[in-house]
Every structure is written in C-alpha cells, then in structure tokens.
C-alpha cells in the first residue's frame, strides 16, 4: 500500500490543477492533519478532502520546526505515522522534511509521474488551469516541467 502525507500549499495547487482526485489513483491514502483541513476550508468547503482516500489524522507530537502550522502538523503526522513520503511545494518544509528523514516530494514531479502511470494525461492542462486559477509559476519551471513529462 501506498501512503503520503500532504500539506496546504500542495492541495491548493493540486485543486487549482483539478487533479485533486489523481491524489487518490497514486495512493491508498493520503493523510491530512487538522491543521491543514482547517487552512484548506478558509470559509469555503473542500468536497475534495470527503473523498475516501483522504484521511485526517491527529498528531499528538508536534515537532518545534520554525515554519507555519499546517507545514509543522504536516512533517509531524508523516514522522508519526512512519511515512515518508510527504507532498509540499513550500521550500521551508521540504529542507526540515529532508531533516526528518522523509522524502518530499514537489506536486510538479507528482504531475509528471501521475502522467507516467496514466492518472492524469496531460501536463500542461494542469499547469494552464493552475495559471488560469493565479498559480504562479515561473516559466522555466513550467518549462522544465513540460520537458520532464515529455509534452
């Protein structure tokens, strides 16, 4: 079984993307700590995170990482939950999940291995409807991104 733990910041673009639901074709389960529930809601329901493959856990040892709460829950549930892969776009988080011994992983190389195993068909839709949702992203990375994934 396959399992990650997903911050903030990775679903917004995931949702900007509308890949949210790719999520649950590339694992069993995707765990979510309140923290960042809360922070996704922003006075707007999430119907995405009421899909079965998501989970909110509850973490009972937050770790004293000097970044925000919903990054800190993040790190915290996959070191408690003795998960390593961790999805988060925000560099501050991936350098502490590195020191935690996790595996992060950045959503613009998910898009490219969703494609891979035939979860999501194309990249660049994705990375237009995020640029149409105000996603920024640079042009070199959307460059590379596109390259990456063959398109």
Not at 5 to 34: A, E, H, N, Q, W
Not at 131 to 142: A, S, T
Request: charged content about 25%.
């Amino acid at each position: 079984m396959k399992f990650a733990v997903c911050d903030t910041c990775s679903l917004i673009k995931l949702r900007k993307g509308r890949v949210i639901d790719c999520l649950g074709l590339l694992f069993d389960k995707v765990y979510i700590p309140p923290a960042v529930q809360v922070e996704c809601a922003c006075g707007t329901s999430w119907q995405a995170l009421e899909q079965p493959f998501f989970e909110v856990r509850t973490v009972h040892n937050v770790l004293p990482l000097g970044m925000g709460k919903g990054e800190r829950e993040a790190i915290s549930l996959a070191v408690e939950l003795g998960i390593t892969t961790l999805i988060t776009d925000d560099e501050k988080a991936f350098r502490n999940a590195v020191r935690q011994g996790l595996q992060p992983v950045r959503v613009f190389d998910l898009l490219v291995y969703a494609k891979q195993v035939g979860a999501i068909t194309s990249v660049k839709a994705v990375l237009d409807a995020m640029k149409q949702q105000n996603e920024g992203i640079r042009d070199d990375l959307y460059q590379q991104t596109l390259k990456d994934a063959g398109e």
